[in-house]
């Protein structure tokens, strides 16, 4: 009796399942299918199919903005190494204790407060036009290390308050345990603090880096032929937008792999540390 | 008639956080493979003493010697000193982003720079001891209470300290897991081991204690064999703290 009973409920909790999956299908192709279908039937949308979608411009500006969005490629990795570094660097120097410490303590705290600040293509425009006109011998004028340069002293000003909420985070008691255990404070924080501080903030972080990546294009002002600018030449000499859509493409592209990524690193990561599960 | 100076001794010791004065002048000596008991009601200064003999929190005034050497006179090497003083706190405070074999070998390869296969080797035989060796690879989050707190025990004694300091070490376990702990630490207390104890276990006071020391308000109110303190005490204040005690059902 009790058997039957039993999987008789398990017979409609898997129908329900079913019956559930259903559902978040058709809601989803009834609200797609409602949103093309206002978006093709407005009155301008043959000529903004012509201007943004046109698949003869799509495929043929594909190849040369792919090949031009290498450099962003380049760009955002050595750009990211250096602020992952220098983000670290800052964030310790501000949790540094004591009175002694307090003018290291300020600069670092002024330094963020400033960075943070200023729109990031006006550092770009600083840093690009303004450098080389100093006219300083040894420091390089390419407008692609300029940039890029400015895009790091702006994002480590980021990624170190986010590294600063994660060392926050951590609770006192471990400090205090390690300290115990005749650990330096160099060593605490090397191996007790930082490393759950920076698993916390794995998200976050990720986010800074979505921003850094899109913020390469900022670099196009500067006149380097990357992405943007290529979709920029393209589109003057096409007068269709196209080209954008193609550069946002790449953009995309690049993104979704680490989102995916990051996620599956803090799954992987929670599942070994927590209760109920092995692997 | 030993000779060696006593494993700890506090003189007038005195600590305040703010205006308030947690500490108010503890004087106590522990002589080497001694077991004392602190006991006393939260707040009476019991982990905050605990905490000055690690040099986790500095003192105002007094001083602390460990082995006839001052800890805490200016210019000591305060990571030499923690490495010959365990201590193990009420929250285990493992560090959940290593293996049981990460916390046990941290202190002796940072601390003592000894290589991993020496450090995980010595590691293994005391977590054997305890009967943790199937446990090296889990996470603290994944151990029950006790074992979590039996491996917080092993690795405050991987740098082989001479003195062991226990802040309530049973307080934030299951009842049913309360035992293997305190076992752990009986076996200690047979292996000679100097350690001072702050505890509700009053059974286990009276059980493992050489002294038992009553602390009230930040003063150290009474001390003697457990005998005498838990059936015959001189001083108001802890007649009072042990009927409390009685009447709670926990002795």
């Not at chain 2, 450090?119 to 090296?136: H, I, N, T, V, Y």
Request: some cysteine.
């Amino acid at each position: 009796m009790n058997g039957a009973n039993g999987s008789d409920r398990a017979r409609r909790g898997s129908l329900l399942q079913i019956s559930s999956v259903w559902v978040a299908v058709a809601s989803t192709v009834v609200v797609f299918a409602a949103l093309a279908l206002i978006i093709v039937n407005a009155p301008g949308w043959p000529k903004v199919k012509h201007a943004f979608f046109d698949p003869a411009e799509f495929r043929a500006y594909f190849g040369t903005i792919g090949h031009a969005f290498v450099l962003n490629i380049k760009i955002f990795l050595v750009a990211e190494v250096l602020i992952l570094t220098l983000a670290m660097v800052l964030a310790v120097l501000r949790s540094l204790p004591g009175p002694v410490f307090l003018p290291i303590r300020l600069l670092a705290i002024g330094y963020t407060d400033l960075f943070r600040g200023i729109p990031t293509i006006l550092l770009v425009l600083l840093f690009g036009f303004g450098i080389p006109t100093l006219q300083l011998s040894h420091v390089t004028r390419d407008p692609v290390y300029l940039g890029a340069a400015a895009l790091v002293v702006i994002y480590t000003a980021y990624v170190s308050e986010v590294y600063r909420a994660g060392i926050d985070s951590v609770h006192p008691s471990q400090e205090a345990a390690a300290r115990s255990l005749g650990l330096t404070r160099g060593q605490t924080m090397q191996t007790v603090i930082l490393p759950q501080a920076v698993r916390r903030v794995i998200p976050p972080l990720l986010n800074d880096f979505i921003g850094l990546q899109k913020d390469t294009a900022l670099i196009s002002v500067l006149g380097p032929v990357e992405a943007l600018q290529r979709a920029n030449l393209g589109s003057a000499s096409e007068f269709n937008y196209t080209p954008y859509v193609v550069a946002a493409f790449f953009f995309v592209l690049i993104t979704v792999p680490q989102a995916r990524l990051t996620d599956w690193l803090i799954a992987r990561d929670r599942k070994r540390q927590m209760a109920g599960g092995r692997v | 008639m030993s000779t060696a100076a006593p494993a700890l001794v506090c003189t007038d010791v005195h600590k305040s956080f703010g205006k308030l004065e947690v500490l108010k002048g503890i004087d106590l000596s522990v002589d080497e493979h001694e077991v004392i008991c602190l006991i006393g009601a939260s707040g009476s200064g019991k982990s905050t003493l605990l905490r000055c003999i690690n040099l986790l929190e500095p003192i105002n005034s007094g001083s602390i010697q460990v082995a006839g050497e001052e800890i805490t006179a200016s210019g000591v090497d305060v990571n030499q000193v923690r490495r010959g003083i365990g201590i193990v706190f009420q929250a285990f405070n493992l560090f959940p982003h290593m293996s049981v074999m990460g916390n046990v070998t941290l202190a002796p390869r940072k601390v003592i720079g000894l290589s991993r296969s020496q450090a995980e080797a010595e590691a293994l035989e005391l977590l054997d001891r305890f009967g943790l060796a199937d446990k090296r690879n889990e996470y603290p989050d994944r151990l029950s209470g006790g074992q979590q707190q039996r491996v917080a025990i092993v690795r405050a004694l991987a740098t082989h300290p001479q003195l062991m300091l226990l802040d309530e070490v049973t307080s934030a376990l299951d009842p049913e897991l309360v035992a293997e702990v305190l076992n752990v630490i009986r076996e200690l207390a047979e292996g000679g081991m100097t350690m001072l104890i702050a505890t509700h276990e009053m059974g286990f006071a009276r059980d493992i204690a050489r002294r038992v020391c009553f602390l009230d308000e930040g003063v150290l109110l009474e001390q003697g064999p457990p005998e005498q303190i838990f059936s015959s005490p001189r001083e108001e204040r802890t007649q009072q703290f042990l009927q409390r005690i009685i009447e709670a059902g926990r002795m």
